[in-house]
């Protein structure tokens, strides 16, 4: 079932085997605040991310599609797999980068099944 994040018209389910996917990477720098928003940096939604924070000493923090931030410890990393993702918000700490890892599949203007389904006559 199609449903709006942030604005958009998600039609592709997650788990959506005929979708095609590839990966992008994000690298956030030290001490700053970034958002990663997929539809406008790579023209696609991401169904899964991974991230990673690379500071040894700080805590980070990342907020999906604008929900709650979420904190990692130093070192952590946290994986978000089968979600509908619009963007991320990352925080990285002051001695490290942040890095996101995320599975993109393009936007499709048609659900899966009217991408195969077959008119008869």
């Known amino acids: 079932m199609p449903q709006v994040i942030q604005g958009y018209l998600v039609n592709t389910k997650p788990s959506d085997t005929t979708a095609e996917s590839t990966y992008v990477s994000d690298v956030i720098p030290a001490g700053t605040t970034q958002t990663i928003h997929y539809p406008s940096q790579y023209r696609s939604f991401a169904i899964s991310a991974a991230v990673k ?69």
């Open 53 to 121: 924070n690379q500071d040894g000493t700080n805590a980070s923090s990342f907020s999906v599609n604008g929900q709650p931030a979420i904190s990692l410890s130093s070192g952590a990393d946290q994986n978000i797999n089968n979600q509908s993702i619009v963007s991320i918000t990352v925080t990285a700490g002051a001695a490290g980068t942040c890095d996101i890892l995320a599975q993109v599949t393009p936007i499709y203007y048609t659900t899966e099944a009217r991408r195969f389904s077959a008119d008869r006559g």
